[in-house]
């Protein structure tokens, strides 16, 4: 069974960057035509989808974020990182990875983390 668990620190101060890892155990980053996401949800509001990076390692972003975000992955360890730089309080939310044959997701299966709190303070 495919389990995702997100780490990383739960507070950013403004202007930093975010950092945060998904390992990813039973199974491999590289197995074909999955797409491994982060997925993000602000308090009081719906999930967004920030970006994914696939099987072989094409990466993919939303429009809204691409400009402050990276997905990049280490396949010895069988994680991959999300990078979101330039933080404001706006970026405060409960932070997911998951796993899926579509680039894009926002909705929940068996294949996602239980996700991190993530808040943006000084």
């Known amino acids: 069974q495919v389990q995702l668990q997100e780490s990383g620190p739960g507070l950013v101060k403004p202007s930093q960057t975010l950092s945060l890892t998904c390992t990813v155990s039973g199974g491999s980053i590289t197995s074909d035509y999955y797409y491994w996401s982060w997925i993000r949800q602000p308090p009081g509001k719906g999930l967004e989808w920030m970006g994914a990076i696939s099987y072989s390692g094409k990466t993919y972003y939303s429009p809204s974020l691409q400009s402050r975000t990276s997905i990049s992955r280490d396949t010895s360890k069988n994680q991959f990182t999300l990078q979101l730089t330039s933080v404001t309080p706006e970026d405060t939310a409960v932070y997911f990875c998951?796993?899926?044959?579509?680039?894009?997701?926002?909705?929940?299966?068996?294949?996602w983390g239980q996700g991190t709190q993530v808040t943006v303070s000084s």
């Open positions: 998951a796993r899926d044959h579509r680039v894009v997701t926002t909705t929940p299966n068996n294949y």
